[in-house]
């Protein structure tokens, strides 16, 4: 197949093209980036180098595609971070119709079941409704646990005051994911194929929030590491003296929050879900301690 995916040589686009290519599959990967260029070429795929905020360019770019995979990338220096993502979501989709695909992979998120109070996960949210609505096109939509990758934001926490935690608490269950496990995942409903609008959570692990901090703490020679638990005013001081934008902080804490009340797993819970994934907490832990003691 000719399959384009969005995301650069991110940490789920990259894997899943390195497997596709493997498949035999005509790669494309979509970055903003030219000087990503030679690496990806490097891997067996094609660059295409433009915004996603270029409707032109995604057209051109998905035409001719049996099969696209769209991720909203990051921005920063959104001064709207949810109304940035639906207005990409709003960019692809129009940018699907336009170029005649009739299959998407759509990265979204847990959580994104519900329409506000759950930061950027709201903006998720709107873009799985844009998609939806979609006449004639199947849509695979990929709802992923909360990212491993977001604990390594902790490290300097961890180094500084010998802590590690969040606006939510040490008691509270949460649902994780490597984004490895994501690629492996997208790449097997690629092969087995899908029709119609569905939805499938991915995750690797599940575990109390002070298991995690205990299963960090052994692997960097801290067992004793505890997890704390900040009110939201202390998280959002907490985030911008680290260099986040206030948008950003605004929209990490609301999601924060959505963890605390448990309402970000409601949906995922009441499917029964057992996590899938291959790389566990402390499969993670090890990794966690390269990146702190290197």
């Known amino acids: 197949m000719k399959i384009i995916i969005t995301g650069s040589l991110g940490n789920i686009s990259r894997p899943l093209s390195i497997n596709l290519v493997s498949e035999g599959h005509q790669v494309t990967i979509v970055s903003s980036n030219k000087e990503k260029s030679d690496e990806i070429i490097s891997l067996g795929a094609i660059p295409a180098i433009g915004s ?8 051109d770019t998905f035409i001719g595609a049996d099969l696209v995979y769209l991720m909203v990338p990051n921005d920063f220096a959104a001064n709207d971070l949810r109304g940035h993502i639906k207005e ?14 009739k299959k998407v992979v759509l990265l979204s998120s847990i959580g994104a079941h519900i329409e506000k109070g759950t930061g950027p996960i709201a903006g998720l949210y709107a873009v799985e ?22 604990f390594y934001a902790n490290q300097d926490l961890i180094r500084h005051m010998g802590i590690i935690g969040s606006n939510y608490g040490a008691d509270q269950p949460i649902i994780m ?42 692997a960097i020679g801290k067992p004793e590491l505890p997890w704390v638990a900040f009110d939201d005013v202390q998280a959002f001081d907490g985030m911008v003296g680290a260099g986040l934008p206030e948008e ?5 804490v609301e999601m924060g929050t959505a963890i605390r009340s448990g ?27 390269i990146a702190y003691n290197g």
């Open 177 to 218: 994911v490597d984004p490895k496990d994501i690629a492996a995942a997208a790449a097997n409903k690629i092969k087995e194929g899908f029709t119609g609008k569905n939805i499938f959570y991915i995750a690797s692990d599940k575990r109390l929030l002070k298991e995690v901090a205990e299963e960090l703490g052994k």
């Open 248 to 252: 950003i902080a605004k929209n990490y």
């Open 88 to 101: 990409v979501g709003e960019h692809y989709a129009n940018a699907i119709k336009a170029s005649g695909v």
């Open 129 to 150: 409704q844009i998609f939806s609505k979609l006449e004639n096109i199947d849509v695979l939509i990929l709802r992923p646990a909360f990212f491993y990758n977001n």
């Open 52 to 59: 996603v905020n270029d409707e032109r360019f995604l057209t």
């Open 263 to 289: 309402v970000l797993w409601e949906d995922f819970d009441s499917k029964n879900t057992v996590p899938i994934g291959k790389i566990k907490l402390e499969d993670f832990a090890k990794q966690f301690a």
